[in-house]
């Protein structure tokens, strides 16, 4: 068993047995690590043959069965557990072997931690991935940044497990340190953004439209065979027809509406505010999330105001503009995020490629949509734009659609229902192309109040007002 194996995985959870199954299907050996006994044996019970998949609980066992340089990923929970699986792993590892951390790790834990490594002679570097766990096993988006060097090694294999886009696999270096980490974390806070908007408008097409399950199911498949089509799209109108096997009705009517999180659209909405860089529809996913928990008070709100009931409405007409809606909200998802992805790039050195991210986004992750061929394409076209918004080829899909959003969002407000996520798409779009905001008077007032100065219209400079007379 000696130094046979190419390829090495620590967390067999679900994620971490279909990763390491992948690797397998696609001609590579590859050995597992867990501290439970069960996951070890329920991935050599399920690989069938020990010659390509194997594991053991044994870290030792583990490291001497791998081929130098090792290449090591652990797909554990973000946080300490990787530190503490490092520690694990260290006295075992020699110069040149590779970590990878293929989890959601904040993207400074992942500097600091190649920093660490780099002073021990390992390489580390961190590769988001993300498709859940079927998107593991039959091929995922993967995002590694760090070592390009390091990265080379392990190339054959990400680029053979990976979703394939028109042959094309969905896995690219991205950048230096922590790249990779920091692209899927935004790629989750785009996530957040796009699963808000969805259920807006399934929010709006049932208590407006009153459409039935079966036709909302009927509606969102529409749409996924249009340029709506999508990941999130696709679910969503599988979803709608889903049984409950307790009650024999429909599950989605028996799911308490409150959302979990697991922190990276959080940090995504953080550290767009630490750059300076808007992404109003991910803030607003991020702080539904947290309404959506106080359940409790919610109720006891509801019950001591009024809310309209919403005016009648013709069905086709609201399936429509509720179409045309969610595709100006994705695209300003999508626009936001970017922004922040080219922000950060010059401001944490990470020299990405949007064109690229774009690219491998279009198979195997949850955010994949046919948008994103377009996306890739107005990148390409122009790799040095800042702003979706400012490609010529997204100029019209907006124009076309913004229409069709202002009069739902209008229609929300009247009716007292929320649409959060979409009103600030539409509010981002009006600021930033506005040739001129109100931000004058909070100038003015910073002036009068704290002496902060203020800049002129008609003349350069830096300018104080002794506002009293």
Known sequence: MSNTYDFGLVGLGVMGRNFILNVADNGFTAFGNDLDEEKVNALIEEGGN??????????????????TPRKIMLLVPAGKIVDAVIESLLPLLEDGDIIIDGGNSFFTDTDRREAYLKDKGIHFFGAGVSGGAKGARLGPSIMPGGSKEAYQYVKPIFEAVAAKYEGEPCVSYLGPKSAGNYVKMVHNGIEYGLMQLTSEIYDILKKAGKLSNEELHTTYTSWNAGRLQSFLVEITSEIFAKKDDLTNGDLVDMILDKAKQKGTGKWTSQNAMDLGIPVPTID????????SALKAERILADEKYDRPSPEEVVKSTLVDRCEQALYFGFIMA???????????????GYELDLGEIAKIWRAGCIIRAALLADITNAYKAAPGLQNLLLSPAFVSKVQNTVKATRELVSYGATNGIPLPGLSNALTYFDAYTSRRL????????????GSHTYERTDRE????????A
């Open 438 to 449: 109100p931000l004058n008077l909070i100038q003015a007032q910073r002036d009068y109040f």
């Open 284 to 291: 607003i996913a991020v702080s539904m999330r947290e309404i």
């Open 334 to 348: 999508y626009a936001q995020g970017m922004h922040q992805l080219a922000d950060a790039s010059k401001e944490y």
């Open 50 to 67: 020990p010659e390509k998949v194997n594991a053991s609980k044994d870290a030792a066992v583990f490291v001497n069965a791998l081929t």
């Open 461 to 468: 400079g830096i300018f104080h007002t002794e506002w009293e």
